[in-house]
């Protein structure tokens, strides 16, 4: 079985700062690209930032200049670093990965259990 674990939420005044860590492990033997979306109350989930396996990344228009994504493959973990954060970046973020079980195998999609982000003062 495959798992992976968030951590790094929690309450942030406007302007403040965050680093969400994602982390993956269990039976792995490969992953493609990892990302993270997320879903504020009454929304749909949505997108946020998605980092490759050759490590490009791809960013939301509404993040893109204060979000940044980076992994370390060595730990099977994915990083959101999260500045001048808004009061409209409040949602539940998860964790997404695209992993291959064995070789040979179909990417399958995993996910986080999600964490909260709250921007408020």
């Known amino acids: 079985q495959v798992q992976l674990v968030e951590s790094g939420g929690g309450l942030v005044q406007p302007g403040g700062s965050l680093r969400l860590s994602c982390a993956a492990s269990g039976r792995i033997f490969s992953i493609n690209a990892m990302g993270w979306f997320r879903q504020a109350p009454g929304k749909q989930r949505e997108w946020v930032a998605t980092i490759s396996g050759g490590d490009s990344t791809h960013y939301a228009d509404s993040v893109k200049g204060r979000f940044t994504i980076s992994r370390d493959s060595a730990k099977n973990t994915v990083y959101l670093q999260m500045n001048s954060l808004k009061p409209e970046d409040t949602a539940v973020y998860y964790c997404?990965?695209?992993?291959?079980?064995?070789?040979?195998?179909?990417?399958?999609?995993?996910w986080g259990q999600g964490t909260q982000v709250t921007v408020s003062s």
């Open positions: 997404h990965a695209s992993i291959r079980v064995r070789v040979g195998g179909v990417p399958s999609d995993y």
